[in-house]
């Protein structure tokens, strides 16, 4: 039934232009996805996020578009910052004046080089989005830190969305190569307005000890659908500190998969998920520890107002052969609504004999001594309420090591809290 309802959805999505460069690579993602369902939930890893929305659209290319970059420039990064609207290179946007040399940061459109290393950690056959991204994306970034380089300044990548009169399909991709000993910060950032869906995917690949901080911020219209997967492979020693800002959209999915490749590699990958209204937003991530001697610890966290729905399903592997691995996985949830939903599902699948695994999950309401203690001490219940919903995100945005993006985001989520305690008032 649910094959019969997504034809047509993919035959529209394959009706979009192909790119000027094509690829074997790009044929088969073409052939995946025409012969793929749209996920339902009856499948468990889209069970709890329904996509009947996309359904009832009919997806056609974005059309050229300017957007304002203003609200979006950060200070710290005037001079690298990369710039697409619709998926298309806005270098009007951009300035890339200051990069360090060595370093590259461009648009590489639809030319044979950006074809050497497309698709090697996210290639055909991930998922229907993944592959449409692979199989029909416009223009392509690039970020190349050679060897031994290290980037004192951010590094920043925007892709701002501009729905039409009808809604279009963006399809952003980067990828990221940081060579041996290499380090940088990314700021990768999604925003739009109007109705579209964006299907992005970003690939990461950190050399032996190469150290990336990495901050995605999704904050799409709330017409809009946000669909994206990040592939991160880490070799030896490599180190990888990332978080995920989910802050708009109707409906989003993350999808960050990473591969620990070789021994001494350390992953961090946390999460924030804003959510009021009816919006949904997903994050199903894949930790594979695939050889002995990695790190890797995930904290995520979810805040869930109106009717909306958080979830959370985080799976790790740990390989035959994987021994003295340390992993640690928490999802926690704040539900402020009694229609709020948040469902919360930590993985374990552990095939070696010495490693030191856990992970949990925690979903509840605001603590009641909390409240009682910040009344005692002169705050009305709604700043009360206001104080104790701010500080449970707060120290997923601490770690932001960009000051005027953490400045962005900590005045965002009091923006939305102070919201909600004004809604109560009502």
């Known amino acids: 039934m649910v094959a019969v309802e997504a034809a047509p959805f993919a035959e529209r999505l394959l009706a979009l232009p ?22 339902g939930t009856h499948e468990e890893a889209w069970k709890y996020t329904d996509l009947a929305p996309l359904r009832g659209l009919d997806f056609g290319p974005a059309p050229a578009a300017e957007a304002d970059i203003a609200p979006h420039i950060l200070p710290e990064a005037r001079g690298t910052r990369l710039v697409f609207v619709n998926g298309r290179y806005a270098p009007h946007a951009s300035n890339v004046a200051s990069l360090p040399p060595g370093v590259r940061l461009m648009n590489l459109g639809c030319s044979s080089e950006m074809a050497k290393g497309l698709g090697s950690l996210a290639g055909a056959g991930q998922d229907p989005f993944s592959d449409l991204n692979l199989a029909r994306f416009q223009d ?16 920043h990548v925007v892709f701002l969305q501009q729905g039409g009169e009808a809604p279009a399909a963006v399809l952003p991709r980067l990828h990221v190569v940081l060579e041996r000993g290499a380090s940088a910060v990314l700021v990768e950032e999604y925003a739009g307005a109007g109705t579209y869906l964006t299907a992005a995917v970003t690939e990461v690949l950190l050399r032996e000890d190469a150290q990336l901080v990495h901050d995605r911020v999704q904050r799409e219209s709330a017409e809009a659908f946000h669909v994206s997967r990040l592939a991160l492979r880490l070799d030896r020693g490599a180190r990888y500190e990332g978080r995920t800002i989910s802050l708009g959209a109707r409906l989003s999915r993350s999808m960050p998969h990473a ?6 590699a350390e992953l961090t990958l946390d999460g924030l998920a804003l959510l009021d209204g009816a919006r949904l937003a997903d994050t199903h ?3 594979d520890h695939l050889v002995p001697h990695c790190t890797s610890r995930q904290a995520f966290k979810v805040i869930a107002d109106g009717a909306s729905r958080g979830v959370f399903n985080g799976k790790i592997f740990v390989r035959p052969g994987a021994q003295s691995t340390d992993a640690r996985q928490q999802c926690r949830g704040l539900l402020l609504s009694p229609t709020a939903k948040i469902d919360a599902k930590p993985e374990l699948e552990i095939f070696a004999d010495d490693v030191k695994c856990a992970h949990g999950a925690a979903i509840g309401q605001l603590d009641p001594e909390g409240l009682f203690y910040l009344r005692s001490r002169g705050l009305d219940p709604d700043l009360a309420r206001n104080v104790l919903t701010y500080a449970f995100a707060a120290d997923v945005l601490t770690g932001i090591p960009v000051a005027s993006l953490r400045r962005q985001l900590r005045q965002a989520v009091l923006a939305r809290t102070r919201s909600s305690a004004l809604k109560a008032l009502s």
């Open 140 to 155: 392509g970034a690039l970020l190349v830190v050679p060897k031994g380089v290290r980037v004192e300044v951010p590094l």
């Open 259 to 264: 591969a620990m490749a070789a021994e001494g």
């Open 285 to 287: 991530s894949v930790i």
């Open 18 to 39: 192909r790119p000027c460069e094509w690829t074997e690579l790009r044929a088969q993602a073409e052939t995946a996805l025409a012969g793929a369902a749209l996920p």
